[in-house]
Structures are given as C-alpha cells and as structure tokens.
C-alpha cells in the first residue's frame, strides 16, 4: 500500500515537475507572473515581523519569496520543480541572501530543516500550488506537511487555490457535469507547450480540506478579481483590483485566498 502510494506521488510531482520545467526554463512563466498580486503581498506583510521564520510551500521561481529579503529573520522555499530551485537558487545568490534555504525536490527535504531549525511563523503556499495536486489523499498529505511545518497555535498559513466558479469554463464542461473541479489544462506559448493538472475550488472545499488537515480558518477571502496575469501586466487593472478585491467575498475571486493557524 505504503509503495503504490509512494509510485503514485513520485508520478504526479514528475509530471507537474516536467510541465514547470517547460514553463520556468522558457521565462514563460516569469513573464506571466513577473511580480507579487498587491494585495496578496499586503497579507504577507501584515503577518511578517523582523523575527518572523518563513516558509514558502511551492515558492516556484521566488516572486513572493525573493521579496522578503530583509523583512524576515529566517526563510525557506521547498518546490518539486528542479528548474524553479535552479532559478531561485541563482537569484538569491545574485541579491546576496545567503542564508536562504531552497528545499527540494524530494518532499522528505522539507521535514529534514524543520527537524534541523524548528517550526515556522508563516507558511506560505500561494497561486495554483495546493491546487496542482489532483489526488486528494496527496494534497491532505501535502496540507499535514504544512502543519507539521507550523509553530502549533500561534503559526499562520496563507494558501490561495484557483476558484471553480471563475476559471477553466472550457475544461470543466469537458470533463463533464459530474466532475468534481478536477480538469488538466493545455497552455500553449510562444513555441512552448505544457500540461497543467488543477484541483479547483469552491470555499467550502477549501475550508473542509484545512480543517481535515487540523487547521482552524481565520479568514477567507478573495485572491484578486481579475485574472492575476492581466493585473500584473496592466498598471490600470492593478489599482482597480486592489480597489474592489478586499471588498468582494471569496466565492467571487479568479483565486480563493484563506489563512488559518494550526490546532
Ligand atoms: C503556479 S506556480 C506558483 C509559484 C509561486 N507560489 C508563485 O506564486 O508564483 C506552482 C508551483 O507549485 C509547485 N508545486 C506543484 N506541486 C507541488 C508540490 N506537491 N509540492 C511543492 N511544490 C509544488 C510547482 O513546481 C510550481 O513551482
């Protein structure tokens, strides 16, 4: 049993490790996604002190993580994805951090520094990762990890997972009408091509899957409203999405955004 699920894992993390190996290698997705959603980062700075130890679950290429340079103690990125490590790995050489530690790919990675320096304040696993994990015994596995990554009771995660009432219409109508948001989208660019599995969300999910995990929810909101890549790429879309997205309830969001503290 123990095996089939260890065969099972390795083979979801290598498809999603080969898929972001495609996109990170190209700069696909750092030209997509080139800097922090506004308000997400603003939730990130309201739970950050200077003596604050960070992780970044699924920290991808750094562009949430790299930014905390200087405005934490301690921090860690894990991911799945060679290629993201490489990247981030030579970024935080370029600016100096020195003492960042990017874990991975191997998931035992991320319970041997909690066992070497200790839990953590904040654990960070924004943007699509929790909601790349298709199988639903791999993602509670993968929520356990972050609570067992936590400081019990004053620990705060931050997670956001894709919306299902916002996104992927095409693909969830392919997958039929009894499909439970679980679809694989095909991304096509600039000569480049990758499959991206998705777990999506409505709030319910996502409050049920965090308290299966142990974890007790402290707020709930919206991600952003309009899709994340036009507001990056749009000085325009951005101040009107960091407008309206702290008004609107979750179930609006293009991405659902909880933060919960581990019980
Ligand atoms: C959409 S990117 C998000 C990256 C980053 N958090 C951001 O906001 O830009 C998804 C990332 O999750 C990583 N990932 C997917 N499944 C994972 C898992 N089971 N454990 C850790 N990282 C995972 C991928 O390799 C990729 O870097």
Redesign the pocket.
């Known amino acids: 049993m123990r095996d089939e699920e260890t065969a099972r894992k390795a083979k979801a993390?290598s498809q999603?490790?080969a898929s972001?190996h495609t996109y990170f290698t190209s700069g696909q997705y750092d030209k997509r996604?080139p800097s922090p959603n506004k308000t997400t980062w603003q939730r990130i700075c309201q739970l950050v002190t200077p003596s604050t130890h960070l992780i970044?679950?699924?920290?991808?290429s750094g562009?949430?993580l790299l930014r905390l340079q200087g405005k934490v103690a301690r921090a860690a990125g894990?991911?799945?994805?060679p290629a993201?490590i490489a990247l981030i790995r030579e970024r935080a050489a370029l600016s100096g951090w020195d003492d960042l530690e990017i874990l991975?790919p191997a998931?035992e990675a991320l319970q041997g520094y909690i066992d070497r320096v200790g839990q953590a304040d904040v654990v960070l696993c924004?943007?699509?990762?929790l909601g790349?994990?298709q199988d639903a015994h791999i993602r509670h596995e993968?929520l356990l990890q972050m609570h067992r990554a936590l400081k019990p009771g004053t620990g705060r995660l931050l997670v956001s997972v894709p919306n299902m009432a916002r996104r992927f219409y095409a693909e969830q109508r392919v997958a039929g009408a009894d499909a439970t948001g679980s679809i694989e989208y095909e991304r096509h660019m600039d000569g480049a091509h990758v499959v991206l599995p998705y777990q999506l969300y409505d709030p319910a999910r996502l409050c049920r899957e965090l308290a299966e995990a142990g974890f007790e929810l402290r707020g709930l909101g919206a991600e952003s409203v309009l899709p994340e890549s036009w507001l990056l790429n749009n000085a325009f879309a951005r101040w009107g999405d960091g407008v309206v997205t702290p008004l609107c309830p979750a179930r609006w969001g293009y991405g659902i955004i909880a933060e919960a503290a581990p019980i």
């Open positions: 993390g999603i490790a972001y996604y970044d679950f699924g920290c991808g562009r949430y894990f991911d799945i994805s993201a991975g998931p924004l943007f699509g990762v790349h994990i993968a």
